[in-house]
């Protein structure tokens, strides 16, 4: 899969809070409970349903706003080019928005709700009263942008192509809980499970993205194998349309003949008729390009530079807009991963001495303290563990007692401090004793070694200039234990590569942000069977029979105080298991923006800038919802 890394993560409020109003609810709406066992518009994994049946458009859009112009984008990711429009398949890279805003999936996952659907290409849902089904019914007005209609075939083609050998191996971890897909009737498509699953109801709704047979097939009409569609553009029914490309250029132009303008889930949605996204190798070449005007929007993730940096006569004379957004996402996880397929890092107290050594007050006055530290996976939120384990939480972890550290049964360990010269000699001071007693020793040439004489080495995998300072901050207290850690900086093909092949010692990842704790999603980051699997996003590999054991128990939940016990069970083992050195995460989103929009004035719960992040794809609330504001009457 394309890895989603994002650079530093953006600050809290250096100036200010842009404050926005906030609507609970549609006017008039009342919440309503799913209805299991009958055919419904939408459906909700825990909870109530916001929006009524028949509801005429989300809060968070103006439904009057005018269709036209232009947003210009630059590349919201690591990618510094592309080379296919196939998002599904591992090799290569595709460009930036083809996967949401060129397909479509079955149901909108709602920007207002954390886990609930309402339907778009399917006009309605089915789900079994045991959570072991769900069947769609197609929207008839549904239509491909060849003009071919979706069909029920349709449905289960993409499916099989999804979990093909040849996909990105997500998709067949988001559905391995699909035990067969029927075709009832050219319309109605019945998905049965292995085992009752709401997650896996939600994930087949809102993650399978649906395309044409037709896309990409041979000479006479017939299907071919998914790794062999690379360039042809693709057939499927979503609002935009690939116009051109050129490896650093793309131009996705609004569909005029759209099947879902009209529809309440997408009324007041696409506006613009191009999105043109600019592809740029240096960050700092792609803000003097901002400042230039060579496109309209950014997302900022550098403390310094936003400080320093966005300032001058068009800053000064709102030209261009600065503002800090209220972020209603949980903080999921962006940590220094330790592969622990590598020796070195077997043993916990080793993991956790490299913990010891890292410098965060250093660090966080980078970034001109106004970052925070992680302290476990669920940041913030109340999935996170607190306190010692209460019944529900031993009842998960018992079993492995034996196989799992102490630590895991007592008040989560806190990350050391380190703000006084004197705290951080503290720190070496304990982490010696950490690596010692997981049988590292100091030698009298100052190199940490195991029992057979092999030096304690690391290498840091990086495709980001910007952190190599935090790297060289780190690699001086490690040099104190013994310890070498050289950083391989790489582009960043050659780091997906890596990443996909597990080629790495520690790397600097960001997991993105966390609507609800989803067991398919954990199991392809923390899973034993995720470890062994190439491609996969267990990047730690973390291969632990207590994490499977929790993740089982989290996907046969049947109540939210269910996956709140098994989120914590899992993060205490995430926190005890020291698998990564904790980094930063972002109170608020900074953004800037040249002032030719025209913005709804209310903002959705659940949303990103510029792009729709993997897994839960979050709406990019500008590119979705904003216009050029010369347009309004």
């Known amino acids: 899969m394309t890895h ?15 404050l926005l109003t906030f609507t609970g609810r549609t006017v008039g709406a009342v919440p309503s409970v799913p209805v299991l066992g009958s055919w419904t518009y939408a459906f909700a994994e825990f909870g109530t349903i916001k929006y009524p049946e028949g509801f005429d458009h989300y809060d968070f859009v103006n439904p009057q706003a005018p269709k036209g112009g232009t947003l210009r984008l630059s590349n919201p990711d690591r990618r510094t080019s592309f080379d296919k429009y196939n998002p599904f398949t591992l090799p290569q890279n595709a460009p930036s928005g083809v996967e949401q805003f060129v397909f479509e999936t079955l149901a909108d996952p709602s920007p207002d709700e954390p886990t609930t659907m309402y339907g778009l290409l399917a006009r309605q849902m089915l789900v079994a009263p045991d959570y ?113 490309g050129t490896g650093q250029m793309l131009d996705l132009v609004r569909d005029p003949h759209y099947w879902a303008r009209d529809l309440n889930v997408r009324r007041g949605w696409y506006n613009f008729d191009h999105l043109i996204y ?19 929007l950014l997302e900022e993730y550098s403390a310094q530079r936003f400080v320093r940096d966005y300032v001058g006569r068009r800053f000064r004379d709102g030209e261009i807009v600065r503002k800090f957004l209220p972020i209603g996402l949980t903080f999921f996880y962006e940590g ?9 890092f077997a043993d916990f107290r080793v993991r956790s001495a490299l913990n010891y050594a890292f410098d965060w007050a250093w660090s966080a006055k980078q970034g001109y303290d106004v970052y925070r530290r992680y302290d476990g996976l669920f940041q913030n939120s109340e999935f996170a563990a607190t306190g010692l384990p209460d019944a529900a939480e031993l009842a998960l972890l018992e079993p492995y007692r034996k196989e799992l550290p102490p630590a895991t049964f007592g008040v989560p360990e806190p990350n050391p401090i380190s703000d006084t010269p004197a705290q951080m000699r503290a720190n070496l001071l304990h982490a010696r004793g950490l690596l010692a007693q997981a049988g590292w020793t100091l030698h009298p040439d100052g190199v940490l070694r195991n029992a057979k004489g092999e030096p304690f080495e690391m290498e840091a995998l990086e495709d980001y200039l910007e952190f190599e300072p935090i790297y060289g901050r780190w690699a001086e207290n490690l040099k104190k234990l013994g310890i070498r850690i050289r950083t391989r900086l790489v582009d ?24 609800f704790p989803s067991p398919s999603d954990l199991r392809d980051y923390f899973s ?82 510029e792009l729709g992040l993997w897994p839960q794809f979050m709406v990019p609330w500008p590119i979705c919802t904003w216009w050029d504001k010369s347009l309004a009457p």
Do not use: C
């Open 278 to 296: 600019h592809y740029y190798a240096d960050v700092s070449v792609r803000f003097e390009g901002f400042k230039a005007g060579d496109f309209d």
């Open 528 to 609: 034993s069977g995720a470890a062994r699997r190439p491609g996969s996003s267990n990047f730690a590999g973390a291969a632990n029979p207590a994490i499977d054991h929790i993740l089982a128990a989290m996907d046969a939940a049947r109540s939210l105080q269910d996956i709140i016990d098994d989120s914590r069970a899992l993060d205490r083992v995430f926190i005890a298991e020291h698998y990564a050195v904790p980094y930063q995460y972002r109170p608020q989103t900074m953004i800037a923006y040249w002032n030719r929009f025209g913005i709804p004035a209310v903002l959705p719960k659940y949303y990103t800038v």
């Open 336 to 344: 220094f991963l330790l592969n622990t397929r590598r020796p070195q």
């Open 132 to 244: 072991s089904a769900i069947t769609f019914r197609i929207n008839p007005l549904a239509r491909f942008n060849n003009g071919d209609p979706v069909t029920a075939g349709d449905v289960r083609h993409s499916f099989e192509m999804a979990i093909s050998p040849a996909a990105v191996p997500i998709y067949a971890s988001e559905f391995a809980d699909v035990r067969s897909v029927t075709v009832i009737d050219s319309s109605t498509v019945r998905f049965d499970l292995k085992a009752p699953s709401r997650d896996q109801i939600y994930k087949i709704g809102t993650q399978l993205y649906v395309f044409s047979p037709k896309w990409g097939a041979g000479p006479e009409g017939r299907p071919r194998p998914l790794e062999q569609i690379v360039h042809e553009l693709p057939i499927a029914s979503g609002p935009y349309r690939i116009a051109r």
């Open 4 to 18: 989603f890394r994002y650079g530093k993560p953006s600050i809290p409020a250096l100036i200010g809070v842009l």
């Open 492 to 515: 960043f093909a050659v780091y997906d590569k890596r990443l996909d092949a597990f080629d790495y010692d520690v790397t600097l990842m960001n997991y993105g942000y966390l609507l």
